[in-house]
């Protein structure tokens, strides 16, 4: 770890958006700060300072002032701004730095022709949705749900439902029919916006059937609007409004209905893989101050900026994205396979729309490299100043590989967060040097911190993420979680009074962090404990190797328990001997003899997630007698047929005189 792949301009404090924060900070507050270690100290240490410093320098509008920042930094129960009403959509549609006939949403697809809408257009479409909407009967609290990919009408309809202080949902469109229910069933929706069905890559997918079975399941709909995005031509469902009718013309203005600083903004869903989804409440203030703090100080975005995420409606970086314009920055909306007609797709389309700021996988940083892709050769990426990664850790030669093929000259921000809190709290900064597989820092405000098996705070050693100061984006709640008991459950029953996240992270000496994979997922070989993250960088490594899924099994007996991999191999390939060999010589040379594993097995699959994470802890329940329907909720998997190889293979050991441990 280590190698300095980047180091930021001598004048970064001038041409930086941060650097712009900190001039202010000294004029207004009479703060100076000498580095971004004391900036972040400070940041973690004075909560109502700087929160209402990030506050004032973005000038939120709000219809009443806060009489506070913070009641209390008792988590859970603190309550941010008390008193200030406000509204998302408002503060996102001031657009600060574009004019009118600026670009503002430019969206490519596969299944229709390019659009972009400039700020006037975008503010004249919510205007026309938010009446069509209240005609509805569509009001404060009331939730909309949208069954839709990644267009503008799906940001449209967010912005419309969030000005009228009602609550939006989305599900991505790939989304299967119990995916769906599962999620809106609990918030009971009274509006459905739904498409008709999408291209991905060159294959037509029709939604209607799942259309038909999501509005049968949804006792609470009163109105469906269907957007005829596959069949531009075709007729809305039966009863059902189009989405022109929803938008039709209307001499109405556009209005923001002022709502408390915690009032829900939308419902975000954990993944659902061992039950019912969490329905996560995140608020139009908490959501609204994160965004600002990281899209312009953490990543830098402004308004000469155009900003690109690869995301579907499913995953929370869809929400990030589209806050975009609240800091003054176009986004870039993409829709359908990004490996179609290749890999190189989404970097052409980076070149074709001038993006700045290229935000994907490392998933998918790693199946470039993996297929010898140089960008910078195909593309004209000469307007990229920065590339975000997350939802995996991305290890060095990830790192390594975007300096060499995409750009030397670029920021490259690894990082990391959660649905949870609809953010990163530890990502990159523009002031300081990118270091190759590490994700550069802790966020401001975010009081990040390693805790080690007895919860003390650990510095260069791997320990249990702990968040031990409150953030504004932490969740409002969740869903009917009255007595919040579900809430306290999932994040603050480990440490009481302090959220545990559920990775593992190191946190070195400069404040660089690394991820080494889920805290459930761990593998714990004779008392130390292994990350999975480097695991599956070295075994991925390997030309042979498309995917793979470690577990361990504990021993009853306190002995070392079995270290189980599966993996998928390039086409055509069947596991052998001397493949087995070569993977077990590259772990032990590249990370130690602890990490061989004692078996390993070829599968078609590996199962994940609707949002493509890998899911080790249904396998290893799985590998442990646990029904294939009690491990995980097919629903909420991409690829639910994978796990029937776990099953079979479980039986088959607990046939054999190998039993499979407990």
């Not at 700045?356 to 990426?381: I, Q």
Request: overall charge negative; glycine content about 10%.
């Amino acid at each position: 770890m280590g190698d300095v792949l980047w180091t930021p301009p001598a004048d970064v404090r001038e041409r930086s958006r941060i650097g712009d924060y900190l001039r202010w900070l000294a004029e207004h507050r009479g703060l100076e700060f000498a580095d971004y270690d004391a900036l972040w100290q400070w940041s973690v240490t004075d909560l109502p300072a700087f929160w209402l410093s990030i506050w004032d320098y973005f000038e939120v509008v709000a219809h009443t002032p806060p009489t506070a920042t913070l009641t209390d930094r008792t988590m859970p129960g603190t309550r941010w701004f008390p008193g200030a009403n406000l509204n998302y959509a408002e503060n996102v549609l001031r657009m600060p730095g574009r004019g009118d006939d600026d670009p503002v949403v430019i969206a490519h697809g596969q299944t229709r022709a390019p659009e972009t809408l400039t700020a006037a257009q975008l503010r004249e479409r919510v205007r026309r949705v938010a009446a069509g909407l209240r005609r509805l009967g569509v009001g404060k609290g009331d939730r909309v749900a949208a069954y839709a990919p990644n267009i503008p009408e799906t940001y449209v309809l967010l912005l419309a439902t969030a000005s009228l202080g009602a609550i939006f949902s989305s599900c991505a469109p790939e989304f299967g029919t119990r995916s769906v229910t599962d999620r809106w069933q609990q918030i009971e929706p009274t509006v459905l916006v739904a498409v008709d069905g999408y291209r991905y890559g060159d294959k037509p997918v029709d939604r209607r059937a799942e259309v038909a079975a999501i509005r049968a399941a949804l006792p609470s709909l009163r109105h469906t609007v269907g957007i005829a995005y596959l069949d531009p031509a075709g007729a809305p469902p039966e009863g059902a409004l189009s989405w022109a009718e929803l938008a039709a013309e209307t001499d109405e203005p556009l209005t923001f209905t002022p709502v408390p600083f915690d009032h829900p903004l939308y419902v975000l869903y954990s993944s659902g893989t061992t039950g019912l989804p969490k329905p996560i409440v995140h608020g139009h203030g908490g959501i609204l101050l994160e965004h600002l703090k990281m899209l312009a100080l953490h990543h830098d975005l402004g308004p000469a900026d155009r900003f690109f995420w690869f995301t579907t409606t499913g995953w929370m970086m869809w929400n990030f994205l589209v806050s975009g314009p609240a800091v003054g920055a176009a986004i870039v909306l993409f829709d359908g396979n990004p490996g179609h007609p290749d890999l190189g797709a989404l970097w052409r389309l980076a070149a074709e729309t001038g993006t700045t700021y290229f935000g994907t996988s490392a998933p998918y940083l790693l199946a470039c490299r993996k297929a010898g892709l140089v960008p910078k050769e195909s593309a004209d990426l000469s307007a990229l100043r920065g590339v975000g990664s997350t939802g995996a850790p991305l290890p060095v030669e990830g790192f390594t590989w975007v300096y060499e093929n995409v750009g030397d000259r670029l920021q490259l921000q690894s990082l990391s967060g959660g649905t949870d809190v609809c953010t990163g709290f530890v990502g990159g900064v523009p002031l300081l040097p990118v270091h190759a597989g590490e994700i550069t820092c802790r966020a401001l405000g975010a009081k990040v911190e390693a805790r080690s098996a007895d919860g003390t705070p650990v510095i260069g050693q791997l320990g249990e993420l702990v968040i031990t100061e409150p953030m504004p984006s932490m969740p409002v709640g969740f869903w009917n979680d009255t007595d919040g008991s579900r809430y306290r459950e999932a994040y603050f029953e480990v440490y009481p009074g302090v959220w545990r996240h559920g990775d593992w992270i190191t946190i070195n000496e400069r404040g660089g962090c690394v991820i080494t994979g889920r805290s459930d997922a761990t593998l714990n070989r004779g008392g130390v404990r292994l990350g999975t993250a480097e695991f599956y960088s070295v075994v991925e490594g390997l030309d042979e190797v498309v995917d793979s899924v470690v577990v361990h099994l504990e021993d009853d007996e306190g002995g070392a328990g079995e270290l189980l991999l599966f993996v998928v191999l390039a086409e055509g390939l069947e596991l052998d001997d001397e493949l087995r060999r070569k993977i077990c010589r590259e772990l032990r040379t590249a990370l130690s003899p602890r990490h061989v594993p004692d078996e390993i097995h070829q599968v078609r699959a590996v199962p994940r997630t609707l949002s493509a994470k890998k899911l080790e802890v249904p396998v290893k329940k799985i590998l442990t007698g646990t029904p294939v329907d009690n491990a995980a909720a097919k629903g909420a998997l991409a690829n639910p047929e994978s796990l029937t190889a776990f099953a079979a293979f479980a039986q088959r050991r607990a046939g054999s005189d190998h039993p499979t441990r407990a």
